[in-house]
């Protein structure tokens, strides 16, 4: 049985980490994923911290298996606030599904979860990953050589073959710590240590992969590139899962079109109707 893990890390060591949107989000995803999946298992691993946050709020129940852990300290969390999941993938022994905590399901994906790695979508990172030339890419030859731009994102990634899996969170963790060393700026080098170098192994490696859906995200144009292949197709994409990802600082300020009321309301009903949490701590939390 596939395991589907959610991995949530206090970052901030203070209790402003669990928003309203946050914490509904997360919530949400594990109940609407044990809904429509009831052939996987699904684990949660997250820090003291959040462990006693969601004991608090009586949300543990909503996961088979909690596990409180300690992540790594030695990583520079303000750039790299993802590292936690790859820590945990290094650990794996199963077939298992990772899963970003606002990415939400409204059907079944069991019949995708076979022999073939899933990513979200793949993505064109031209002038936004850092390239070859840049200075801390150098710095790191040892670990990773002569990179593309190429991405995958990894809101939703399948990994059926666990040893793979390790051997990819092994290397991005290596990469962090000597970006951390090195004092890499920004986020940029979380998604080059994480989803670039997932492209790369995966090419590296002659491994076939599949894209829950076809089109392919240009991340310094922000903007959608037409694609062909794809689990889902885009017109339907809406019908299977919603990943929150950028709409979030819009939903928190309801611009955009966005309204905050409209969105948050579906996201409590769910937890209301698929738990016992307790909804009046959630309510007094900040937005996001």
């Known amino acids: 049985m596939v395991n589907v ?45 959040t462990h006693s946050f969601l004991s608090d709020i009586n949300a543990i129940d909503i996961w088979d ?13 303000n750039v790299f606030w993802a590292s936690s999941k790859l820590e945990i993938l290094s650990g794996i022994t199963e077939p298992s599904v990772v899963l970003d905590h606002d990415f939400v399901v ?61 051997s990819y969170a092994n290397t ?26 997932l492209k790369h192994l995966l090419d590296l490696h002659n491994i076939e992969y599949q894209c829950l859906i076809p089109d392919i995200w240009h991340c310094n144009d922000r903007r959608w590139i037409k694609g062909t292949k794809g689990l889902i197709d885009t017109a339907v994409i809406p019908l299977h899962f919603r990943h929150y990802w950028m709409d979030k600082p819009k939903i928190v300020g309801s611009l955009d079109g966005f309204n905050y009321i409209n969105e948050i309301e579906p996201l409590r ?18 937005r996001g």
């Not at 402003?16 to 109940?31: D, G, H, P, Q, R």
């Not at 991005?172 to 700026?185: G, R, V, W």
Request: with cysteine.
């Open 269 to 286: 009903r769910v937890i209301t109707n698929g738990s016992n949490v307790d909804m009046q701590i959630i309510s007094k939390l900040n």
């Open 5 to 49: 893990i959610w991995i949530l890390e206090n970052i901030k060591k203070h209790s402003s980490f669990y928003t309203e949107l946050k914490v509904n989000l997360l919530l949400t995803s594990a109940i609407q994923w044990k809904k429509h999946n009831p052939n996987t298992n699904t684990v949660l691993y997250c820090d003291k911290m």
């Open 172 to 197: 991005s963790l290596e990469l962090m710590k000597e970006f951390t060393k090195l004092k890499a700026p920004n986020s940029n080098y979380l998604v080059y240590a994480e989803q670039l170098l």
């Open 106 to 166: 409204y059907k079944s994906f069991e019949m995708y979860l076979k022999d073939k790695v899933i990513v979200g979508h793949a993505e064109n990172g031209e002038s936004y990953y850092p390239s070859v030339m840049d200075e801390y890419v150098k710095r790191t030859r040892h670990i990773l050589n002569r990179p593309n731009t190429n991405s995958v994102n990894c809101c939703f990634n399948y990994y059926p073959n666990p040893a793979f899996a390790r």
């Open 65 to 77: 298996k909690v596990h409180r852990v300690s992540f790594n300290q030695q990583i520079d969390k």
